[in-house]
């Protein structure tokens, strides 16, 4: 079976990078050569593991990829870019018939889902791609779904930390926090608290100084009406590893779905783990 060729756009960023560094490393995927980027961005190559990769800012993008010779029907992307590209992303992935996996946060989603749907291509979108992270969010929405208002009165506070860099906040908690509130807790996106303060987060959370630049940290404590009672879950990611490796299987379902002529479909990690 030939490799399957990826386009991992958001360079130079650290995720985009490390997903980029997998491709290479695994004989399933081929990198195509060339990355969507930023309008703030002024280099015009990045370089992979010594793999050179042009940059393509907005202006101009379409016209750069066909001079390339890279045929958009038969490439799947990688977004990790920033929630401000989100929306417009998924419109050109859409315009040039490209299947895409969106690991960027933020933006409309609504609109996003509604772009995918709509259209003659498929997506997988997920807030988080680390697939053991994946197996704890599907077991709180199975609780969700089934045990509704076990945590009635119930209150919640949740706690989130990522690098400096991580412009919104954390699409995994807003999951976890749509799933409390199914099961009965009063609570909203807006009161999760995020830190994003690098000196912050070596003092108070101790998280090791290695990790500082790429982390994912997280802790959702309730505490019942009366304080008698008290759970804590926490999940703490170091690093970009766990979500790379994710990424690529989303990527190869991805491609098993384009296959099988599955078009105008949202896929989640749940399904990518589930295999269909």
Known sequence: ???????????????????????????????????????EITETTAEVDGVAVTLLAPAGR???????????????????THP?????????YREKGVFFVMGTTGGDREKLVETV???????????NMAKQIVGFQAMMAYAAENFPGLFDGYRLRVVESHQQGKADTSGTAKAVVDSF???????????????RNPEVQKRDWK????????????????????????FSFTHNV????????????????????????QTGRVYSMIEVLKGG
């Open 1 to 39: 079976m030939p490799p399957i060729p990826v386009m991992v756009n958001g360079l130079p960023g650290s995720m985009a990078l490390a997903v980029a560094r997998h491709i290479l490393a695994d004989n399933r995927f081929e990198m195509v050569p060339c990355s969507l980027t930023g309008p």
């Open 62 to 80: 379409s016209e750069a990829l066909e001079a390339m010779g890279v045929d958009a029907e038969k490439i799947i992307c990688v977004d990790f």
């Open 84 to 92: 401000s590209a989100v929306n417009e992303n998924a419109v050109f």
């Open 117 to 127: 749907r709509s259209s003659s291509i498929s997506a997988v979108i997920a807030p």
């Open 181 to 195: 509130k199914q099961l009965g807790v009063d609570f909203s996106v807006a009161q999760i608290e995020k830190e």
């Open 207 to 230: 998280i090791p100084e290695q990790y500082l630049s790429g982390h994912g940290w997280h802790t959702y404590s309730l505490v019942s009406a009366d304080g008698t009672v008290f």
């Open 238 to 261: 170091n690093g970009r590893e766990v979500y790379a490796r994710g990424t690529l299987d989303a990527v190869a379902f991805l491609a098993e779905a384009r296959k099988k002529g």
